[in-house]
T-cell receptor, first 111, second 114 residues
Framework: TQLLEQSPQFLSIQEGENLTVYCNSS?????LQWYRQEPGEGPVLLVT?????EVKKLKRLTFQFGDARKDSSLHITAAQPGDTGLYLC???????????FGAGTTVTVRA | GAGVSQSPSNKVTEKGKDVELRCDPI?????LYWYRQRLGQGLEFLIY????????KSGLPSDRFSAERTGESVSTLTIQRTQQEDSAVYLC????????????FGQGTRLTVV
């Protein structure tokens, strides 16, 4: 059983559309991160959120940490083919800060 | 080094042989993780090190898999008597032990068992 559940597992959209990926858990995290992985590469950190209710924006990407620090969402506005990749969320457990990863959401943006 | 380094980048081995995969974490990163990733899939957790101890090795799929770490430095993942189902990319990541705990990944080792 994954500590973090990501949904949807796969997402295919047309260029210019918006998309949202969800990361949910019953556990509280001290911080939560989002990563993107492109084919043949290791995952790369996009953002870290620490405070409950925190919202961070990175160009067309908006990240939100739930008030209770148990869940997060990633919203992409006007998606582009360059946004294609595997998106992973990861939470740091409060006791020892060990990271737990979700299974990932594969996003495909068609031109 | 500047980033997490994994070697070899590619490894082709015959079924039944043993293989060793190496990970050099970022200096000062006390936490180290090994993951397995099959083609088109997400990350499968294998083992977590804090310093040279492994408080969580629950992801190791069988007793053919083992890992060790020297202090807060290099880690080696060993797969004995490799099977075809072991073919995958093996990723290593390291992080500091802080509230932000941001992980940095290596490029991975692509293992092919023939």
């Amino acid at each position: 059983t994954q500590l973090l559940e990501q949904s949807p597992q796969f997402l295919s959209i047309q260029e210019g559309e918006n998309l949202t990926v969800y990361c949910n858990s019953s556990s509280v995290f001290s911080s939560l991160q989002w990563y993107r992985q492109e084919p043949g590469e290791g995952p790369v950190l996009l953002v870290t959120v620490v405070t409950g209710g925190e919202v961070k924006k990175l160009k067309r990407l908006t990240f939100q940490f739930g008030d209770a620090r148990k869940d997060s969402s990633l919203h992409i506005t006007a998606a582009q083919p360059g946004d294609t990749g595997l998106y992973l969320c990861a939470g740091a457990e409060p006791d020892d800060y060990k990271l737990s990863f979700g299974a990932g959401t594969t996003v495909t943006v068609r031109a | 080094g500047a980033g997490v380094s994994q070697s070899p980048s590619n490894k082709v081995t015959e079924k039944g042989k043993d293989v060793e995969l190496r990970c050099d974490p970022i200096s000062g990163h006390t936490a180290l993780y090994w993951y397995r990733q099959r083609l088109g899939q997400g990350l499968e957790f294998l083992i977590y090190f804090q310093g040279n101890s492994a408080p969580d090795k629950s992801g190791l799929p069988s007793d053919r898999f083992s890992a060790e770490r020297t202090g807060e430095s290099v880690s080696t993942l060993t797969i004995q008597r490799t099977q075809q189902e072991d073919s995958a990319v093996y990723l290593c990541a390291s992080s500091r032990r802080t509230r932000r705990t941001e992980a940095f990944f290596g490029q991975g080792t692509r293992l092919t068992v023939v």
